[in-house]
């Protein structure tokens, strides 16, 4: 990791030698004093389009999120970020092994971007240990 680097919330990717499709959450900025959020950005890569979208992240998002990946583990889809103030980001599971990711920018742009992935195994519990690292630089 770079020594600026804060970390990604957010890390999903297919396997080297595939499609190289990338979905992450980038944390941009530790919380300044009196400010209880994160400035993040999510990033889309595909072969054809690479994205930006500018998110803040509360602690209360975080706890969404961690609700979130519950429900993945059951299998379940999952919509984070609705309260409409935001980018809105959505995980289907399709099949074993494969997932379609979409990132909804509904305040600005109306840009809606859906890649499908194949995450490696133990995609969820790499999700929640980002969450764990994001936490303890949110709580400071």
């Known amino acids: ?59 209360d998002d975080l706890d969404d999120w961690e609700e979130a990946l519950g429900m993945l583990a059951g299998n379940r889809f999952v919509s984070w970020l609705n309260s409409g103030r935001t980018v809105q980001f959505k995980i289907k599971p399709v099949s074993p092994g494969v997932i379609t990711v979409s990132v909804h920018d509904g305040p600005s742009s109306q840009v809606t971007v859906s890649v499908p992935l194949f995450p490696a195994t133990g995609w969820i519990d790499d999700q929640r240990a980002r969450l764990e690292e994001v936490r303890r630089l949110l709580s400071g």
């Open 1 to 59: 990791m770079v020594e600026d680097d804060l970390g990604e919330l957010i890390y999903l990717a297919d396997p080297p030698g595939t499609s190289g499709h990338v979905v992450s959450l980038r944390v941009l900025k530790p919380p300044s004093p009196g400010r209880d959020f994160l400035d993040c950005e999510f990033v889309v890569e595909t072969e054809t389009v690479k994205g930006s979208f500018p998110v803040y992240v509360t602690s």
